[in-house]
C-alpha cells in the first residue's frame, strides 16, 4: 500500500513538473510571437498595409486549403513552396535589382563581384533590422523596399490569378490555373505572405535572432 502512494505521489509531481514546464513555454511562445503591425509605411508616411489586410491574406490564404497549398513557416504541405521562404527570396532579389538599376543602371547580376558582396551585405542589414515601433504599431519600411514588395506582389498576383506565362510552375505547384480570381483577395494574400517573411528575417528586439529564430537561415 505504501508504494502504491508512492507512485500515486511521484506520478502527481511528475504532472505537475510537466504543467509547469508547458505554462513556462507557451507563455515564451505568445511573448516571443512575431507582432502583427497595426501599419507598415515608408519614412514619410506612405502608407502599404495595415493589420486588416494581414489577417484578410490570412484567411484568404486559409480559403485556399491553407498548408495543404505550400507552408508558413515550415508548417504544411511540400508540393508548393514554403510562402514565407520564397517570398523573402523573391523580395530579396528585387531588392538587389532595384538597388542596382538606381545607383548603377545596371542589373543586379552584371555587377561586378565585390559590387555584388557590398549590396549583399547592405541587404542583410535592411531585411533584419527591427524597425517596428510598439508604440505606434507601425513598421517602417524604405522607398526602395517599398519598391521591392511591390515587385514581389506582381509576381504572386500572377502566380494565383492565370498569368500564362507562370502555367508551368503552378502545375509543379499542383495549383489551379485561377486559384483566387478576386484581385483584391490577391493582393491581401500578398501581404500576409509578406509579414509572415517579415517575421522570419527580422531580429526580435535586443537579440540576434529573428521572430522564427533564423529560419529559413
Do not use: C
Not at 170 to 194: C, G, H, K, S
Amino acid at each position: 500500500m505504501a508504494d502504491l502512494k508512492k507512485i500515486w505521489w511521484l506520478l502527481a509531481i511528475t504532472l505537475a513538473v510537466a504543467f509547469v514546464i508547458l505554462g513556462f513555454f507557451g507563455r515564451e511562445v505568445y511573448r516571443q510571437a512575431p507582432p502583427i503591425p497595426e501599419r507598415v509605411a515608408t519614412p514619410d508616411g506612405a502608407l502599404l498595409l495595415t493589420r486588416d489586410d494581414i489577417l484578410t491574406g490570412q484567411q484568404v490564404w486559409q480559403s485556399t486549403g491553407g498548408q495543404q497549398l505550400g507552408s508558413i513557416w515550415g508548417h504544411g504541405a511540400y508540393q508548393a513552396p514554403d510562402w514565407s521562404a520564397d517570398w523573402l527570396h523573391r523580395e530579396a532579389l528585387a531588392l538587389l535589382q532595384v538597388w542596382a538599376e538606381r545607383e548603377s543602371d545596371a542589373s543586379f547580376a552584371s555587377l561586378p563581384a565585390d559590387r555584388q558582396a557590398a549590396l549583399r551585405d547592405r541587404l542583410q542589414r535592411e531585411l533584419r533590422a527591427n524597425t517596428y515601433d510598439a508604440k505606434t504599431g507601425t513598421v517602417v519600411i524604405s522607398p526602395d523596399r517599398r519598391e521591392a514588395i511591390a515587385r514581389t506582389a506582381r509576381h504572386y498576383d500572377g502566380l494565383f490569378g492565370g498569368e500564362p506565362s507562370l502555367a508551368v510552375l503552378r502545375d509543379n505547384y499542383a495549383m489551379r490555373e485561377v486559384t483566387i480570381p478576386d484581385p483584391a483577395r490577391r493582393a491581401a494574400l500578398t501581404r500576409f505572405f509578406f509579414w509572415t517573411s517579415w517575421a522570419a528575417a527580422t531580429e526580435r528586439p535586443g537579440s540576434t535572432a529573428t521572430y522564427t529564430n533564423n529560419w529559413p537561415h
